[in-house]
């Protein structure tokens, strides 16, 4: 074979040989005797498959139409009501404290950060982080000014004036 023949079949270009496809399956009789013990049906000792019929079983009630159901999501529990989210200021000099920003946020806390003193490139990691953490926890990300953001969690009621405040704008 040409070395353009052999690079052609590498990559799918060849037109389909289909004299090795369907022989390599059909021709071994053993193929289909044998198979591993792994895919052997278990069979335990003193179960019939019509043991327990005609007996009823207590159904489990079916989900509401009009209650949501989970499927793998990650449900976040609710903060006492009494709870008053704080304003917690950070400023970052890397991305290795950007956990300074995750966990009160995660806690329920709002968070300013500073990114004014870090490299444009940590800085942009940095943000994708908080955006990232705002979209999962459903938050909301506010600009205050130039590299000064704030992360506030879902539901916490916190003005632009005690933003500011804790970015010492004010």
């Known amino acids: ?21 369907d022989a390599y399956y059909g021709e071994d ?8 013990a792994a895919y052997q049906p278990r069979r335990e000792p003193g179960y019939e498959y019509g043991a327990d019929y005609g007996h009823e079983r207590a159904a ?15 449900t976040r529990s609710s903060a006492p009501s009494s709870y008053v989210p704080a304003v917690v200021p950070v400023r970052l000099t890397s991305f290795t ?11 329920g806390d709002a968070v300013v950060f500073d ?7 940590e800085a942009k990691r940095v943000l994708d982080f908080a955006s990232g953490l ?10 205050l000014v130039p590299r000064v953001f704030a992360i506030i969690p879902d539901g916490a009621a916190i003005s632009m004036m005690e933003l500011e405040e804790a970015a010492r704008l004010r």
């Open 1 to 21: 074979m040409s070395i353009i023949k052999n690079a052609k079949e590498f990559f799918g270009l060849a037109p389909a040989d289909a004299y090795h496809d």
């Open 29 to 36: 009789a053993h193929y289909e005797a044998q198979g591993s």
């Open 60 to 74: 489990a009630p079916a989900p509401s139409r009009h209650e949501p159901v989970s499927r793998g999501t990650v």
């Open 97 to 107: 404290q950007s956990a300074e920003v995750g966990e009160p946020f995660r806690d």
């Open 115 to 121: 990114l004014s003193g870090m490299d444009l490139d």
């Open 134 to 143: 705002c979209f999962a926890l459903r938050g909301q990300m506010k600009k």
